[in-house]
T-cell receptor, first 112, second 113 residues
């Protein structure tokens, strides 16, 4: 069935460094790839998304890249700050439906 | 809009009891999703509705779980009878249109003793 794999499961970086989280998906019909940030005890919130008609999208310090041939996409955070510390989830749509399959999450810690 | 509203925020119950979780989606959204989050399994999609109709319930663990959406502004997720392994945070989320942004509620933390 549909599957989204996410790596790494934990990531620790120094403030100011970059962080990269990678995901792969199995459904070749997937066409929508959002990223969610979940702070401790809070709800997941969308931070950036990309659709299959583009290869890269950037919003200030965060960017997402998509390689449809290889079926993987990545989140890049530059100039990390302590407030970036959270769990990040990637997700992929399943074919033509609105169903999103989430990756297992990456716990990012940014040390001052 | 107040966002997706879930109740209760916390529920502690004993094994065998019935649990009902409630959700009010954002007004105008036409898709509603129930997710379960645990440390071991992450965010799992249980069921989703489009225009109040259940589209995919393949994630519902077993017959003890049921979900309804009687109208566009209300949905319930029921567990009967509950078991300790059902302990988790249950999120409701809603969206509008094809692959619209998913807005999550604050979640219902369920503990089954």
């Amino acid at each position: 069935g549909e599957n989204v794999e996410q790596h790494p499961s934990t990531l620790s970086v120094q403030e100011g460094d970059s962080a990269v989280i990678k995901c792969t998906y199995s459904d070749s019909a997937s066409n929508y790839f959002p990223w969610y940030k979940q702070e401790l005890g809070k709800r997941p919130q969308l931070i950036i998304d990309i659709r299959s008609n583009v290869g890269e999208k950037k919003d200030q310090r965060i960017a997402v890249t998509l390689n449809k041939t290889a079926k993987h996409f990545s989140l890049h955070i530059t100039e990390t700050q302590p407030e970036d510390s959270a769990v990040y989830f990637c997700a992929a749509s399943t074919g033509s439906t609105d169903k999103l399959i989430f990756g297992t999450g990456t716990r990012l810690q940014v040390f001052p | 809009d107040a966002g997706v509203i879930q109740s209760p925020r916390h529920e502690v119950t004993e094994m065998g009891q019935e649990v009902t979780l409630r959700c009010k989606p954002i007004s105008g959204h036409n898709s509603l999703f129930w997710y379960r989050q645990t440390m071991m399994r992450g965010l799992e999609l249980l069921i989703y509705f489009n225009n109040n109709v259940p589209i995919d319930d393949s994630g519902m663990p077993e017959d003890r779980f049921s979900a309804k959406m009687p109208n566009a502004s209300f949905s319930t997720l029921k567990i009967q009878p509950s078991e300790p392994r059902d302990s988790a945070v249950y999120f409701c989320a809603s969206s509008f249109g094809e692959n619209g942004e998913l807005f999550f509620g604050e979640g219902s933390r369920l503990t089954v003793l």
